[in-house]
Nanobody
Framework: QVQLVESGGGLVQAGGSLRLSCAAS????????VGWYRQASGKQREVVAL???????NYADSVKGRFTISRDNAKNTVYLQMNSLKPEDTAVYYC???????????WGQGTQVTVSS
C-alpha cells in the first residue's frame, strides 16, 4: 500500500505563488507515476501535472508555463510549484500515485487552494 499526505494549500491573491507537497510512504518502489489533480466546486476532477518514475513530466494546457512538478527522491516527496495563480485555479488539489503494471492507484486527502481576485 501507499500513503499520500498533501500539504501547502491556502489562500493567496491572484498573481501569487504556492508550493504543494505530496509526501509518500509505504510501498514507494511500486509507484510508476505521481500526478496532481484538482477539483473545483461543481466540476469534475482534472489532471494538472504528472511526473513519471523516469522523470518525464506532463502538464495540462491551462497550467503550462505557470506550474512545475518536481520530486525529491530522498524525501519521497513530489512538489507542485504554482506561480502566477489565477482565481480559476481555485480547487481542492489531490495527489495520486499510480502503481506499476496497472495495479491501481492511491489518492491523498486533498488540500484546498483558494485564489482571490
Amino acid at each position: 500500500q501507499v500513503q499520500l499526505v498533501e500539504s501547502g494549500g491556502g489562500l493567496v491573491q491572484a498573481g501569487g505563488s504556492l508550493r504543494l507537497s505530496c509526501a509518500a510512504s509505504g510501498s514507494i518502489l511500486s509507484i510508476n507515476a505521481v500526478g496532481w489533480y484538482r477539483q473545483a466546486s461543481g466540476k469534475q476532477r482534472e489532471v494538472v501535472a504528472l511526473i513519471t518514475s523516469g522523470g518525464s513530466t506532463n502538464y495540462a494546457d491551462s497550467v503550462k508555463g505557470r506550474f512545475t512538478i518536481s520530486r525529491d527522491n530522498a524525501k519521497n516527496t513530489v512538489y507542485l510549484q504554482m506561480n502566477s495563480l489565477k482565481p480559476e485555479d481555485t480547487a481542492v488539489y489531490y495527489c495520486n500515485a499510480g502503481l506499476r503494471y496497472g495495479l491501481g492507484s492511491y489518492w491523498g486527502q486533498g488540500t484546498q487552494v483558494t485564489v482571490s481576485s
